[in-house]
């Protein structure tokens, strides 16, 4: 057993992950996981603390103690703290996902550097779990898409405001609108203020992914090449390739939004976590 301590720092909420990723071979298992809030200013001392108090509470195998660390961030502001409170626990040099670590995906991207760390660990885990071509909607602060093409390769993908975002931006963008909770109404057109906002909140949240879903599968087939005005024959190799694509869920809002979907998809909570260690694990030859 390899036990690797796995941080997702998020702009909304941190996630810490132990894992067991013994051998590149073998399937990385999460031992436990725990959620806390983002909190920023941080100090390295308040988050030294925060690391002491979660590794007491995992559970870390007797036989098999902390191996190693890896971080993704995506608050440039608490990297370097981040980075510095794993040092003081981690027995080897922490990880940090980004330039220089190497993932073994290509990123079919401008500017590879703009490439979120999280995103990458998405698409590193869902490649790894799901094969190629395959799509990953995280759902978080931000909505991210990740598409990865036939070859494996980071093609493209989409970032939307979150669902959580999108209602917290009504209430305080109009003064009589209150916060909601988010769940999906019983009917689509709301019969009270609260009703309406949740209708174009979460229900809408859903239709947008479900619209495009449809235009990123079709241009993943190549289908967006050809227009949509194409032959009969087009239209119906287009759905099948479709058909044949994973759609992986992951997030804190993805458990919710799957059963309000049109397609079948496959919510996966520990994804993240997993392509975190699965870039740890790639990293030690």
């Not at 559970?59 to 370097?80: H, K, N, R, S, W």
């Not at 190497?102 to 998405?122: C, H, Q, Y």
């Not at 669902?163 to 009270?192: D, F, M, N, Q, T």
């Amino acid at each position: 057993m390899a036990t690797v301590l796995a941080l997702d720092i998020g702009n909304t909420t941190t996630r810490f992950g132990l894992l067991d990723a013994a051998s590149p071979s073998s399937e990385v298992t999460l031992l436990g996981s725990c959620e806390v809030t983002t909190h920023t200013p941080l100090t390295t001392d308040e988050a030294r603390i925060q690391l002491k108090q979660v590794l007491s509470e995992l559970p870390v195998p007797q036989d098999a103690p902390l191996e190693g660390a890896i971080l993704a961030c995506v608050v440039p502001t608490l990297t370097d703290v981040w980075q510095r409170a794993l040092a003081a626990v981690a027995p080897t040099r922490p990880l940090t996902v980004g330039p220089g670590l190497r993932s073994g995906i290509k990123l079919r991207f401008n500017d590879p550097s703009e490439v979120g760390p999280d995103r990458i660990a998405d698409v590193v885990a869902a490649r790894a779990a799901y094969g190629a071509p395959a799509v990953v909607v995280d759902l978080g602060t931000t909505t991210n898409f990740e598409a990865i093409d036939q070859t494996g390769s980071f093609y493209g993908g989409i970032i939307a405001p979150g669902v959580a975002l999108g209602a917290r931006s009504l209430a305080e963008a109009a003064a009589r609108l209150p916060i909601i909770e988010l769940r999906a109404p019983g009917r689509v057109l709301g019969r009270s203020t609260r009703e309406a906002m949740q209708s174009g909140v979460v229900l809408g949240e859903a239709a947008r992914i479900d619209g495009l879903l449809d235009a990123v599968l079709d241009e993943l087939a190549g289908a967006g090449d050809k227009g949509r005005a194409g032959r009969q024959g087009d239209a119906h190799a287009s759905r099948d390739a479709q058909a044949d694509v994973p759609v992986i869920l992951t997030g804190e809002h993805a458990a919710a939004i799957a059963t309000l979907l049109r397609r079948p998809v496959i919510v996966d909570d520990a994804l993240t976590l997993r392509g975190l260690a699965l870039l740890w694990q790639s990293n030690q030859r």
